[in-house]
């Protein structure tokens, strides 16, 4: 609102603002089909007894000792699979948080680890949405990009690695967890079986075949739905608790329920209950405001250029290489917390620094990286950004509790900076070369 006023006093029409309204909810679309996908995911997936076999599962393999840093690999591994960072969070992340109080070991910490495995795959997945924008804007080729950016995020992740590695080790662990009547507990209430994985499998293959992120969610989601009634009807009967209604009618109730408000568990175990008892498209509702207030806000910056006075000082005192790298790296993560969105900060990079790059002959693969370390990874560290809000909204960790522990996402921008002051990795390209480099795609 305030904004808008700002605009308005520069000289602007209503019906410019307006238009840039329609702009921040066009990019809104992705979004919250997303965000409501997810939490309709957690609800069935916990209905068809998904999430309690991942748990069931992960107690009996897992343990505190080397738990943090298993949580790290395996989101990893899936992000770089399936190249989306929320997709990642929002399904094998809400299990293995919810184990971590099965387990005794600290929630935050594990927010941390899942949140730093989903953006390796943000960063190193050639199917991430935001690296194959980001090198698009930059003008460059996508494994061009990529192959640069191992060069940080190859470094931030053995760092990674060896922190939760450690933090296995010296951490403390809850004493009093009594994972066996967990165990039987688990195995009561649901019927346990690796069929219940199935909707695991298929959202990994659909994202691997690159189905966009909201719909491959959605089709397991509802997956999940058609398979609870099969594999867990006494969990689905407790759950409606109600004796007036009849199969089908019972079914598809509870599959709407679980799709709209969630699924609730009443184990008599606390840590078990909140596991269980989450999930639905209205616990997101919340978070979709942040969103739709951080975007639109983020647009209108943007649009109307409210930012320049903030970012041409910056980049003029920007003399050497290194001070040019962290600027790109300030100013992306400056934008993360004014603008609440990571696209603010990826698109005007490539508006604000890449003349300069040409003009001092730096490779443009130098400023994607820098982008991509200081934009899109950074973007999960502000409580009010879209990533935030989103992510602690489906870990069910507030932002300020987990940021200390998201180690690659502090490690990442960090490096690059450090490598734009040594010089490490920063080659330049002929005057000649930098005037032929393709132009990025609108």
Not at 133 to 151: A, P
Not at 197 to 211: A, D, M, T
Request: glycine letters at 10%; a positive charge; one cysteine or more.
């Amino acid at each position: 609102m305030i904004a808008s006023l700002v605009v308005l006093k520069n000289g602007y029409t209503w019906a410019e603002v307006a238009t840039s309204g329609k702009i921040a909810f066009a990019t809104l679309v992705t979004p919250v089909l997303v965000l409501l996908s997810v939490g309709a995911l957690i609800g069935t997936w916990n209905l068809s007894g998904t999430i309690p076999t991942l748990a069931f599962y992960g107690i009996k393999l897992l343990r505190p000792g080397y738990f943090y840093v298993a949580a790290f690999v395996v989101c990893a591994v899936i992000s770089i699979s399936v190249g989306s960072a929320w997709a990642t969070a929002g399904t094998i992340g809400v299990g293995l948080v919810g184990l971590a109080s099965l387990e005794g070991v600290s929630a935050p910490m594990t927010a941390g680890a899942v949140i730093s495995g989903a953006y390796v795959g943000d960063e190193l997945s050639p199917l991430s949405e935001t690296t194959v924008l980001t090198s698009q804007l930059g003008g460059i080729d996508l494994f061009t990009h990529l192959r640069s950016q191992v060069w940080t995020s190859g470094p931030a992740f053995a760092i990674a690695f060896i922190a939760f590695a450690l933090l296995g080790w010296l951490a403390p662990v809850a004493s009093g967890v009594d994972t066996d009547s967990e165990l039987r507990k688990i195995d009561q209430l649901f019927r346990i079986t690796p069929w219940n994985l199935l909707p695991l499998i298929v959202l990994i293959i659909l994202s691997i075949r690159k189905v966009p992120t909201a719909l491959a969610i959605m089709l397991s989601a509802l997956l999940a739905g058609l398979m609870a009634p099969l594999l867990q009807r006494p969990a689905m009967l407790r759950f409606i608790n109600d004796h007036t209604v009849t199969a089908p009618y019972a079914d598809i109730k509870a599959v709407w329920l679980a799709l709209g408000t969630g699924y609730e568990a009443h184990s008599g175990i606390p840590v078990l209950d909140r596991l269980l008892s989450r999930g639905g498209m209205e616990g997101m509702l919340h978070t979709l405001w942040i969103i739709i207030g951080a975007v639109s806000f983020g647009t209108l910056l943007g649009e109307f250029k409210l930012l320049t006075k903030l970012l041409n000082p910056l980049l003029a005192r920007a003399h050497t290489t290194g001070r040019l790298i962290g600027s790109v790296v300030a100013a992306d993560f400056g934008l993360n917390v004014l603008a609440g969105d990571q696209h603010v900060a990826l698109v005007l990079h490539a508006q604000l620094f890449r003349d300069e790059f040409r003009k001092r002959g730096i490779q443009p693969q130098i400023l994607t990286r820098a982008s991509a370390d200081g934009g899109s990874v950074t973007s999960a560290l502000v409580p009010w950004n879209s990533c935030g809000a989103y992510l602690a909204a489906t870990l069910g960790v507030p932002t300020l509790s987990f940021v200390p522990f998201c180690i690659f996402n502090i490690a990442s921008p960090l490096l690059s900076v450090l490598w734009g002051v040594t010089g490490f990795t920063v080659n330049r390209v002929s005057a000649s070369d930098a005037t032929t480099e393709r132009r990025p795609r609108a």
